[in-house]
């Protein structure tokens, strides 16, 4: 799976179905129609699909740095994904 990092607002809420599941790409629309100065926050998705969030939402990268690190990304890893804004799956390494 890959990831990419979206833009979103600050308490964004991912869209989901009538039993409370993520709908894939359930994002797409909301953020599509947003106003741009209002997607002040970071989010993680996957997007081999459509895309579903694997992070909460972050107000700072560094946050979110932080929250990559805590979840076993090695350095050279979050690196590649902040500064790029997407990894692709087989760039993903976990600590040992």
Not at 11 to 30: I, N, S, T
Not at 57 to 70: K, Y
Request: proline residues 9%; negative net charge.
């Amino acid at each position: 799976m890959g990831t990419q990092i979206v833009r979103v607002p600050p308490g964004f809420r991912h869209p989901v179905d009538e039993e409370g599941e993520v709908m894939a790409g359930g994002h797409l629309e909301p953020l599509y129609y947003a106003d741009p100065a209002s997607l002040s926050s970071y989010q993680v998705y996957e997007n081999v699909s459509d895309g579903t969030p694997i992070s909460p939402v972050f107000e700072t990268v560094d946050e979110l740095h932080e929250w990559l690190r805590q979840e076993g990304w090695d350095q050279e890893t979050i690196e590649f994904l902040l500064t790029h804004g997407h990894a692709p799956s087989l760039i993903r390494k976990l600590r040992p």
